[in-house]
């Protein structure tokens, strides 16, 4: 039977992290991963606000509907494909990514616990939380460095759209979480930790099917 794991906090509060840690230690027959990233609708079904802009951190902005299907493929053995979303750069070429069913499912993403449809699937749940000066000064640094964006526009998105959002759609399931990890400084032993998780649910796995 699968298992499936959710992980959610702020923005550049370390959920990428823990997926990496995560993915250098199971195979994709163990663990399969899949991003809430990928369910982003294309730009020009995004609702636009009244000054044109879109609202990237509203759920509004994500097809979570499709999410919780594609969830629930998985858990019936099934694969499942996305096409990979690029954040709007047009210069990059998406692929076609599938996820194919393992005994342990990680979904990762803002809104997971906030849409019932994905929250009540969802076995053990982990938070990622991190102080706000923190999560503004990581996300400044990824998005001039990986989306090639200004300092000012980082600032006007994360003050207008990212810290409102976040304190109305993620941070009030906080403490509907089973582990809150704390990444103010460094969230290497709490992840050592959730792989050790993940490795006895699949010596448990391993055992009942033998």
């Given amino acids: ?3 499936l794991i959710g992980i959610t906090g702020g923005s550049a509060s370390g959920k990428t992290y823990l997926l ?21 609708l294309e730009y020009d079904l995004q609702v636009k606000e009244p000054d044109g802009s879109v609202n990237f ?9 499709a999410l919780a299907n594609d969830i629930q493929i998985l858990r019936q053995g099934k694969s499942i494909s996305r096409k990979e ?13 599938t996820v194919h069913p393992a005994p342990v499912v990680v979904v990762e993403g803002l809104f997971i616990y906030y849409q019932p449809e994905i929250a009540r699937q969802i076995d053990f749940k982990i938070f990622i939380e991190s102080h706000e000066y923190i999560r503004l000064t990581r996300r400044i640094i990824r998005d001039q460095k990986e989306r090639g964006r200004t300092l000012e526009d980082v600032l006007e998105e994360y003050n207008k759209y990212v810290a409102p959002m976040y ?11 089973d582990v809150i990890i704390p990444n103010h400084k460094s969230m290497k032993k709490a992840s050592d930790l959730i792989i ?7 010596k448990g796995y391993s055992t009942s099917t033998t």
């Fill in 57 to 65: 951190d509203h759920p509004q902005s994500v097809d979570l509907l």
């Fill in 196 to 202: 050790l998780y993940i490795d006895s649910l699949l």
């Fill in 167 to 177: 304190k109305r759609y993620v941070e009030p399931f906080r403490d509907e979480a």
């Fill in 85 to 97: 979303y690029t954040f709007n750069n047009r210069e990059k070429t998406p692929k076609i990514i």
């Fill in 1 to 3: 039977m699968t298992h």
């Fill in 20 to 40: 990496n840690r995560i993915q250098e230690f199971f195979s994709p027959d163990e663990v399969s991963l899949i991003s809430q990233d990928n369910y982003y």
